[in-house]
């Protein structure tokens, strides 16, 4: 560990937890510990009720028309992968095609690579500007008749470029295909409104938006869900069963086999009363107020450095991601780490987007609501440092 103190820029890999979402952790374990649905018990009630609390809480964030259309999952790979063994297997058909942007974890590109092996169909790939949008001009090329599904990050992990998905969105419905937003790095950080995209599908992550990790939100449009087969069986999500046959629950339990992570639901759910106290159009307006001067703070770096990405700051989140030709990002992120700063390297699971960037590898620093200008200027003083150290300094 280093002696300085610590500045977090890793934050699209998981967040920083308030004091409120911790203390509901102690809470429910030292006060009310109990399996929901399950018991007549005083202490099962109450788990149940704040359970169920905080489902409505998380439904109501990102406006669903109902917490039925709420599941709980582990994190976001989890709900597309739940969206992918349930609706995808039985709507896409041979021949069909699956559409995603050039700029996918691998989260919302391994799963449809999949279910395009299994179902024999065509997976199409949205491809890229040079500034690392998405390329407006291609998308009528790309979504069309045989287009089944659209599935698209809202902001990229690797380069912070925020995705239109409201206009995509209504491109697909236009061809009669369904919607599925990767929200991971998106709801944490700005207003999200499943109603206003029209999005069938919206999944994302409790530990990147204050919350613990291990639980996640995947938000299905009611009528979709219900004609939704279950893909995981057994405890809790049964109505009734015999030896011969079972029977599914009501809508959202039946996507919800065996015992839930009740504490990690309920301390999302302190997460969203944090969040909803700041105002997410607050959050999103540090976030560009802080990207802008980090975008400005590196070009004190420009011939040393390639930043990736939108100029804009109202097109981008709070990620910025760099590469030095000379200089392996894991060796950067090691000499920041010994000033207390801490980065993420690597190809951030985004693998085929870091590749068409003609690097192995790059550096991230990514921002949230309790970053600073200062701690900006932290950031770019020891990349100062370090590059000088490796013989790359900046005059």
Known sequence: MTASPLVWLD???????????????????????????????????????????ARQKVADF???????????TRNTTEGINLVANSWAMDNIKPGDEIVVTAMEHHSNL????????????????????DDHTLDMDAVDRIIGPRTRLLAMSHESNAVGTINPVKELAAKARAVGAAVLVDGAQSVPHMPVDVQDIDCDFLAFSGHKMLGPTGIGGLYVKLDVLEQMTPFLTGGEMVLAVTYEDATWDDLPMRFEAGTPNIADAIGLGAAVDYLNALGMDNVREHEVSLTR????A??????????????????????VSFHHPDVHPHDLGTVLDRRG?????GHHCA???????????TARASMYLYNTEEEVDLLVDALKEALRYFGNGAK
């Open 110 to 129: 391994v799963p449809w690579q999949q279910i395009a092996k299994k179902k024999d169909a065509k997976l199409r790939i949205l491809p890229l500007a």
């Open 62 to 72: 990102v406006n669903a028309e109902s917490a039925k259309c709420l599941i709980w």
């Open 351 to 361: 693998m085929p987007m870091v590749r068409s960037l003609g690097v192995p590898a």
């Open 298 to 319: 590196f070009k004190e770096l420009e011939e040393e450095l390639d930043v990736y990405g939108p100029k804009d700051a109202e097109k981008r989140g709070g990620i």
């Open 11 to 53: 934050s699209a890999a998981t967040s920083q937890k308030p004091r409120q979402v911790i203390q509901a952790l102690v809470d429910y374990y030292e006060g009310y510990n109990a399996n929901v649905h399950r018991g007549v018990h005083a202490l099962s009630m109450e788990s149940t009720g704040r359970y169920e609390e």
């Open 293 to 296: 001067y980090a975008l400005d």
């Open 341 to 345: 700063i801490a980065i993420r390297t």
